[in-house]
């Protein structure tokens, strides 16, 4: 079972950038596909982005289509969420997860089967 390690989290002010990791365990982590969802204080789990096991397909929800970049590196067994033009709605708790039976991004949660312990991200005003 793949372990996923998110980092880079932490509190920023609204306009600013902030990028996110995920470093994953295992020799196979360019054959399948990753993904970023995240949770909001009472909200329901929302997926951000997806990326391919090659890294060349990529998937976005809507509200962050634009402003998010997710990117990956085999070599290095790590997936990046870079986060520009951040807003306070974007404060979340962001999960990496890593869909091992897939190869293509997917914005459906039930196909990720592995998934990390979270990282905060806190946006001001």
């Known amino acids: 079972q793949v372990q996923l390690v998110e980092s ?3 509190l920023v002010q609204a306009g600013s950038s902030l990028r996110v990791s995920c470093a994953a365990s295992g020799r196979t982590f360019s054959t399948y596909a990753m993904g970023w969802f995240r949770q909001a204080p009472g909200k329901e789990l929302e997926f951000v982005a997806a990326i391919s096991g090659s890294g060349i397909r990529t998937s976005y929800g809507d509200s962050v289509k634009g402003r998010f970049t997710i990117s990956r590196d085999n070599a290095k067994n790590t997936m990046f969420l870079r986060m520009n033009s951040l807003k306070p709605e974007d404060t979340a708790v962001y999960y990496c997860a890593a869909a091992q ?3 293509f991004p997917s914005i459906n ?3 990720y089967d592995g998934w990390g312990q979270g990282t905060q991200v806190t946006i001001s005003s």
């Open 8 to 10: 880079g989290g932490g």
């Open 101 to 103: 039976r897939w190869m």
């Open 109 to 111: 949660r039930s196909v």
